[in-house]
């Protein structure tokens, strides 16, 4: 399909390499929505919720493991935003979840709403097991919000010299 597109949006270093090696033809436009981390700022000081984390609740998104991470971090205050999928909502994982002092389980909100809850938070974290280049990341980061991920590394940009946060390369007692 490739050589029928005039242009190509790249959202990883790997399939920018791969378009310039392999797909692009002279006339192709390759763009790239690569998100440079180099000058994250410091954290605003005056937040209202340690972290957000923000997914569909269908459990392929890490839930148990979020579960995990708010039991053994009771100090840490996370927000949680998105969809509950009615066969998720009647699991032991959001059953835990919903019983947990220090998880506010808000529900789908607006995009408008999710940055403020994004603006209103020390990090970003995500527990889920594999991603893209999340647009919780990027939004995160529009809002110089570090985040802290469980196993997801999009183009290292968790462990450059720059960091835009944390990957613990899949090891709950690390993140």
């Not at 006339?27 to 998100?35: E, G, Q, Y």
């Not at 998104?61 to 708010?70: F, R, V």
């Not at 205050?77 to 998105?82: E, F, H, K, M, Q």
């Not at 720059?162 to 090891?171: K, L, V």
């Amino acid at each position: 399909l490739y050589m029928f597109c005039d242009t190509i949006i790249c959202q990883t270093l790997k399939q920018i390499d791969l378009c310039q090696k392999n797909i692009i033809r002279k006339d192709n436009v390759l763009i790239s929505n690569i998100f440079d981390v180099k000058n994250l700022g410091e954290l605003n000081a005056a937040t209202t919720y340690d972290a957000v984390w923000i997914g569909k609740f269908n459990g392929a998104k890490g839930e148990a493991e979020l579960l995990s991470l708010a039991e053994k971090l009771t100090e840490l205050n996370i927000v949680c935003l998105g969809h509950v999928s009615d066969m998720f909502r009647n699991t032991s994982t959001y059953i835990d979840l919903q019983k947990l002092s220090n998880i506010t389980l808000v529900g789908q909100v607006p995009n408008v709403e999710v940055k403020e809850y994004i603006k209103a938070s020390k990090f970003i974290v995500c527990t889920s097991p594999s991603e893209g280049l999340s647009n919780v990341f990027l939004e995160g980061w529009q809002y110089r919000k570090p985040v802290i991920s469980l196993s997801v590394d999009p183009n290292f940009y968790l462990t450059i010299e720059n960091p835009g946060g944390f990957c613990a390369h899949g090891s709950l007692n690390d993140m």
